[in-house]
C-alpha cells in the first residue's frame, strides 16, 4: 500500500462520513469552530477531508500541529488502520499478517436512517500490525462517559472538553457520543446540565469503567441463519455480544419470527482461522469474547428439538459450577447456602450481601436493607429450554418484583427478567445472571412505567415502580448507592435494548 497525504484524505473521507462525526472529529483536534468547511459548498465527505486538510497544512491548529494530529485521533478510534497509523507516525507500516478471512475489494457501505446518498466504496485498509497509538503509560481502567440523545457531536464535545481538557474522543454515531475520562470526578449530572445548558436539548448519560481501552472495530463481517454475510461497520469493541443478532436480524424481518411474531432465539459463534468455531456467551463483550478487527461472526437460530433429561442434567451440572464459581469469586456479595438435590440441583438457596430496598414492617414506608435471601430456580421441563426463575425468600421493593399472596404457600416475590427472556439461551454463564440479580437488588437495574420508559416491558410492581419515580425514592436509591432514573441500566425486553450497528448486506454467498 503506498501512504500519501491524497490517501490519507480518501481514508477519512471513507470512515468519517457523515457531517455530524466528521466535525466531532475535527472537533477533537480543537480545529477552529468558525473555520469548519461548509458542509453545503463542499456536498461530501471528501471535499470536506480535502479543504480542512488544506487548512491544517496551513498552520490553523494550534501549537504548530500538523496532519499527525489528525492522524492520531483517527487512530485511536481505530487502531487497526494502517493509513491513520501512517498518518499518525509519519512511519512506513509494516506488512499486515494474513486476514481471518478473504477480504473484499471494496468495503459495503453502512445503511443509517435517514436515507442520504452514500459515497462510492472505496478501498478496505489493511488489518493493522501489533503498533498501537496508546503510550505504554496509558494504562486503565478506562472511564467512559456516553451521551445520547443529540446529534450535535461537535458541540457537545466542546462542552465536555470545558470540563475535561484531557478526554479522548472515542466515538460519535446514532445519536450518541462516547468519551474517555480523564478527569474522574465528572459526573452523568455535571455533562448533561452542562451540555442542556450550551444545546438546550435533553441528553441521558452513562458511566462505566473498563479493565480494556474501548475503541472502534472498522469491520466484522457477520453470516446470519441462512449464510448470508453483512458487514457490520463502526462497531464499538464494548458492544455485548447479544446485541449482534439484532442488528443482523433486524434485516430479515419476519423471517426469523416465530408463529407467535416472537423473535426466535439466537445464539453467536466467532470462527477461527482454519474453521474453528467457539460459541460466544451473550452477556460478554466483543473485546472479552475475544473478538479483533475484521473477525467472522455467525449468527443462528437456537434449535430446541431433541431437548431431553441428558441435556437437562448437563445444563442443570454446568449451572452449578458457574454460580459455585461466582460465589468462590465474590463471596463478599454472594453465598450458597443450599442446593437441592446435590448430585443435581434444581433449586439453590442464596444469600446477597448488597444494599437494597424493603417495604418495612407491615408494608409501611420503604427502609434501605442490607442483605437479601434469594431462591434461584432450574426447573426440569421448562430449564434449559426456558430462563431459570428467581424468587425473593425476604421483603423486597423492586418495579420488577413482583409480590403477592398465593392461597396455602404464602407471598411470593418473582423477579422480571426481561434481558432474560429476549436474550436467554441455554449456554448463558450463570455468573452473569448473579450479577444481573445484584444489580437488580441494589437498583443498579430497574425499569419503569410506560410514561418513563417507552416502550419498555412495563414493571411488575406498579406500588414500588411509582415510589422509584419519586423525589423521596430517588433520594434513597442514591442513598444506597443505586443508579439514578436517568443513567440506571434498564432491564428493556423490547427492542430498545439494543445498541444501533450499522449493517450492511453482501452478496449472498454461492450455494
Known sequence: MAYSIPRFIEELSDVYIYPEECQALASAIRYPA?????????????????????????????????????????????????????????????????????????????????AT???????????????TPFPASDVGPYRVMELTGSERYAEMLEVMQGLD????????QFGQLAVRLRNTTITVNQATAAIAARLRETVQGTVRDYAYRPHLFQRLTVQGPDNQSFDL????????????????????????????????????????????VERLQPGRTLHEAGVTEGALLRVSTETTAGRGDLDYRIQALRARNEILDFAEDHPDLLIVNAYEPRDLPAEYHITLTVPGIARGAGG?????IAKHEIAISLPPGAYPLHAPTVYWRTDVFHPNIGVRDVPLVGTVRRLCLGILDKYYVKEMNFGELCQMIIDVASYEQ??????????????????????????????????????????????????????PLRVAAKLRNPS
Open 34 to 114: 468558525g473555520r469548519l468547511p461548509n458542509w453545503q459548498a463542499v456536498q461530501t465527505s471528501l471535499g470536506f477531508w480535502q479543504a480542512l486538510v488544506r487548512q491544517v497544512q496551513a498552520g490553523v491548529l494550534e501549537g504548530g500541529r500538523g496532519v499527525e494530529a489528525l492522524g492520531q485521533e483517527a487512530w485511536r478510534m481505530y487502531p487497526s488502520n494502517t493509513v491513520f497509523q501512517w498518518a499518525a507516525t509519519g512511519q512506513p507500516v509494516p506488512p499486515a499478517p494474513a486476514p481471518q478471512q478473504q477480504q473484499q475489494t471494496t468495503r459495503p457501505r453502512a445503511q443509517r436512517p435517514p
Open 117 to 131: 446518498p452514500a459515497p462510492p466504496p472505496r478501498p478496505a485498509a489493511h488489518a493493522a500490525p501489533a503498533a
Open 165 to 172: 481538557p484531557n478526554l479522548d474522543l472515542l466515538w460519535s
Open 233 to 276: 461497520s463502526a462497531v464499538p469493541n464494548t458492544t455485548l455480544v447479544s446485541e449482534v443478532p439484532q442488528a443482523v436480524l433486524d434485516e430479515y424481518r419476519a423471517a426469523v419470527t416465530d408463529r407467535l411474531g416472537r423473535r426466535m432465539r439466537t445464539v453467536v459463534d466467532l470462527v477461527h482461522p482454519g474453521g474453528r
Open 364 to 368: 409501611g414506608v420503604p427502609v434501605p
Open 446 to 499: 430497574y425499569t419503569l412505567p410506560a410514561s418513563e420508559d417507552p416502550g419498555g416491558p412495563g414493571v411488575f410492581n406498579q406500588a414500588a415502580a411509582d415510589w422509584a419515580t419519586s423525589g423521596i425514592g430517588q433520594e434513597m436509591i442514591l442513598s444506597i448507592g443505586g443508579a439514578p432514573k436517568e443513567s440506571r441500566r434498564a432491564i428493556y425486553a423490547g427492542e430498545s435494548s439494543s445498541r
